[in-house]
């Protein structure tokens, strides 16, 4: 998808401070950290929102956590505990239509979420 941000992220036409990358996901820091730990985990793979998911992407959904997972524990917040969240359309937020799981970690988080 040409237009879409994070695609060109992927194809690093727009710089970013990108942490981890494999054959089917790349994680980066977020531009507009709203925690301590604030990064994003993506598919090399344009998918617009959750709700495009298919069966065939399974693999790749299961991939997202555990590169988040990993990333949770690298930055040492994993036993403290953080939040892998995906949000989908107008209502929860989403801004950018190429799904990403945001890591959320560093600090105390609320419940419900805002
Ligand atoms: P959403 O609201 O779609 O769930 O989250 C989009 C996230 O992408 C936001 O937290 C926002 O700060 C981040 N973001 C938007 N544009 C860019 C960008 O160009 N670079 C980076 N690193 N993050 C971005
Ligand atoms: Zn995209």
């Known amino acids: 998808m040409t237009e879409c941000i994070f695609c060109k992220i992927v194809a690093k036409k727009i710089p970013a401070r990108i942490i981890h990358e494999d054959d089917l996901a790349i994680a980066f820091e977020d531009i507009n950290p709203q925690a301590p730990i604030h990064i994003l985990i993506i598919p090399r793979r344009h998918i617009s929102t959750a709700l ?14 555990q590169v988040g997972a990993e990333i949770a524990q690298t930055r040492g917040i994993a036993e403290k505990g953080f939040r892998l969240v995906m949000n989908t359309n107008a209502d929860a937020g989403q801004a950018v239509f190429h799904i990403h799981l945001h890591l959320l970690g560093g600090r105390a988080m609320h419940w419900p979420p805002g």
Do not use: M, N, P, S
């Open 52 to 65: 495009e998911i298919t069966q065939a992407d399974h693999a790749l959904i299961g991939h997202l956590f």
